[in-house]
């Protein structure tokens, strides 16, 4: 009998699974490419083989006959804070019961750098993207579209985009906010929102709020609005700034990050909330409801 050769090495093969599992090869391929053709209790056998073999799939190898490798791209602007963080770790888990795998890139709010990035995941042979928001590089837009990558956009979503978004309206949710802020009563309202510049949801957000106020017949003077990026820290000396010299009634902020750096400043200056400030988000970030002080 031929000495059977183990792949990579030493390591289980495909052959092996089948040898314990006292099924063919062929049947342990369709176990993996399309397990639902497989009756419950061979796929029990090959799973049992497998985990006793330590067997580890190549999926590159099936790809190629399959154009298959269970690999989904995940682009999102950073992933140095908690914006994003909650939505990775959610995303990668249902992939992970999906016996899927996730590629996370970053970048930084720097739309130059998705063509090398969407470029380093096509390699890769993904399966699927995932972007975050409608701004995107037109190239990268374009390499994924030439080679049929299927791109689901998140975190935003509004009529007639010709990607498929899966996400709530940022206009809306600004409009929501910014006109309970109106509604308390409030007229002398500070914004503090990020640079809009790459980041269509920060735009829609400002741009609906901005209106919402003016619809009420409300002005915002240059002093009543701020840029501030989505960090805690830098928030808070902004506010503080702001709030120490002829302070608004209410602040509205483009996230929650910007808003907990606000309410932090306020704190710290004396001022009792929301009696003497009104303080707005959006995002219900982790630790937004229970900061909350109405």
């Keep these: 009998m031929k000495k059977r050769v183990r792949s990579r090495k030493g390591a289980h093969g495909i052959v092996d699974v089948a040898l314990r599992a006292g099924v063919s090869p062929a049947t342990v391929s369709r176990f993996y490419n399309h397990p639902d053709v497989v009756s419950t209790p061979t796929r029990i056998q090959i799973e049992k083989a497998a985990a ?90 374009s390499m994924l579209a030439d080679r049929n990558v299927s791109i689901i956009s998140v975190w935003n979503y509004r009529e007639g985009e010709n990607i498929s978004s899966i996400g709530a309206s940022n206009t809306q949710a600004a409009k929501l906010i910014t006109g309970h802020i109106i509604d308390l009563g409030h007229r002398d309202i500070c914004f503090i929102f990020p640079d809009t510049k790459f980041n269509d949801r920060a735009r829609d957000r400002k741009q609906a709020a901005l209106q919402t106020t003016e619809a009420a017949g409300l002005t915002v003077p240059k002093n009543r609005l701020w840029n501030c990026p989505y960090d805690i820290g830098e928030a808070k000396v902004l506010a503080k ?53 109405a």
């Design 52 to 141: 006793d073999l330590g067997y580890i799939r190549n999926r590159l190898a099936g790809s190629l006959h399959n154009l298959f490798t269970g690999t989904i791209g995940l682009i999102v602007p950073t992933i140095d804070n908690a914006i994003f963080a909650e939505f990775i770790e959610a995303f990668a888990s249902h992939l992970r019961q999906q016996d899927r795998t996730t590629l996370i890139a970053s970048h930084g709010y720097d739309l130059s750098l998705e063509v090398q990035i969407v470029r380093s995941l096509l390699e890769r042979r993904i399966d699927g993207v995932v972007l975050v928001g409608f701004d995107h590089d037109p190239v990268a837009m």
């Design 241 to 293: 700034k702001i709030l120490s010299k002829d302070p608004p009634t209410a602040i509205v902020c483009g996230n929650d990050i910007i808003a907990h750096g606000v309410i932090y400043a306020a704190q710290s200056l004396g001022f009792d909330l929301p009696n003497d400030l009104s303080v707005g988000g959006i995002g219900d970030f982790r630790g937004s409801r229970i900061s909350n002080l």
